[in-house]
């Protein structure tokens, strides 16, 4: 048993160092002793799911900015035109908005589940274990292919777990699908 304050520099302390653990793999009177609770590696989402997301916004907010200042001013009287500043106000908004929801997105792979979270406002974050998955789906559309995106859809048996990682690029979401298929045959198989 050990015994004095954490700045004792005893044998035991040396002995400690000498194993190869660091001062942070010590106990310490606000964290005891005992294994510790890794924390998960987050992987964030690449930035061709933001880009595209916003390209997306100025596309259809742009259209409306237009069909909003230029029709009513042709019609009705230039004054009318104002009106597209209501749709200039939202788009600028939802490029904020837009940054800040893909910034809240991250993943971390563990070794019995999987963690989403995400979620600005309201912080979401699902586990999914591996051994409840039925299903791994890699689906890309034609917009998040010109982008060179693809997501990952988990089914697990029950439906309120079902979970999307959007906006990866394809190697990831294979790797992901791949890795996931094996970890959930793996751990189905123990049960």
């Known amino acids: 048993m050990e015994t004095g304050s954490p700045d004792d520099t005893g044998t035991a302390g040396a002995t400690r160092a000498a194993d190869g653990a660091s001062p942070a793999d010590q106990p310490s009177p606000s964290r005891?002793?005992?294994p510790a609770r890794e924390?998960?590696?987050?992987?964030?989402?690449?930035?061709?799911?933001?880009?595209?997301?916003?390209?997306?916004?100025?596309?259809?907010?742009?259209?409306?900015?237009?069909?909003?200042?230029?029709?009513?001013?042709l019609f009705l009287a230039p004054l009318w035109a104002a009106l597209a500043l209501l749709p200039l106000a939202l788009l600028a908004w939802g490029w904020v908005m837009l940054g800040r929801n893909w910034r809240s997105w991250?993943?971390?792979?563990?070794a019995d589940d999987l963690l989403i979270s995400r979620g600005v406002l309201w912080r979401e974050?699902?586990?999914?274990?591996?051994?409840?998955?039925?299903?791994?789906?890699?689906?890309?559309?034609?917009?998040?292919?010109?982008?060179?995106?693809?997501?990952?859809?988990?089914?697990?048996?029950?439906?309120?777990?079902d979970a999307t990682i959007p906006?990866?690029?394809?190697?990831?979401?294979?790797?992901?699908r791949d890795r996931l298929t094996e970890l959930g045959e793996a751990r189905s198989a123990g049960l």
């Open 125 to 161: 974050e699902t586990v999914v274990p591996y051994g409840r998955m039925q299903l791994v789906e890699v689906t890309s559309g034609p917009v998040e292919r010109h982008f060179g995106l693809a997501s990952v859809q988990l089914h697990t048996a029950a439906a309120a777990t």
């Open 167 to 176: 906006g990866l690029d394809p190697a990831e979401a294979e790797r992901l």
């Open 39 to 73: 924390e998960p590696v987050w992987t964030g989402l690449p930035p061709g799911l933001l880009r595209m997301r916003r390209l997306l916004l100025v596309v259809w907010l742009g259209l409306l900015t237009l069909a909003a200042g230029v029709l009513p001013a």
């Open 106 to 110: 991250r993943y971390a792979e563990r």
């Open 32 to 34: 005891p002793a005992g």
